[in-house]
């Protein structure tokens, strides 16, 4: 064997390294992007189910002062009238709809009057 084939083999081996070595980096590149890829649509998933959870909690604050609200309300209409709560409730219902009004802001306008007298001793 030759000094000119043994660097053809030489030559072919160091090419064949280097294109093994290049497919490597390359699928190492592949797998990083794709691995930033998922991460960001994790990202997003979490920040999307972060954001339902926060307007979930948004939802029930809202819900449990509506509800206090009305339940105010129907005492203050309890306490005047002598009547039950569903009738007081009732009452709430028929003037809201009478107004087209939402409920609640029928109860809010009850307790605000009440609220306006002074408390007695």
Do not use: W
């Not at 649509?41 to 604050?61: P, R, T």
């Not at 009738?87 to 107004?99: G, R, T």
């Amino acid at each position: 064997m030759g000094s000119t084939e043994g660097e053809e083999g030489v030559q072919l081996l160091r090419d064949e390294i280097e294109r093994l070595l290049a497919a490597a980096l390359q699928s190492d590149a592949d797998h990083l992007a794709a691995t930033a890829t998922a991460q960001q649509g994790h990202d997003a998933e979490m920040a999307d189910s972060q954001h339902a959870h926060d307007a979930q909690i948004a939802n029930m604050d809202a819900a449990i002062a509506t509800r206090d609200l009305i339940g105010q309300a129907k005492g203050i209409i309890m306490a005047s009238l002598g009547c039950s709560p569903d009738h007081a409730f009732e009452l709430l219902v028929k003037q809201s709809q009478a107004e087209n009004r939402k409920l609640v802001d029928i109860a809010a306008g009850i307790t605000a009057q009440v609220q306006r007298f002074p408390k007695p001793m």
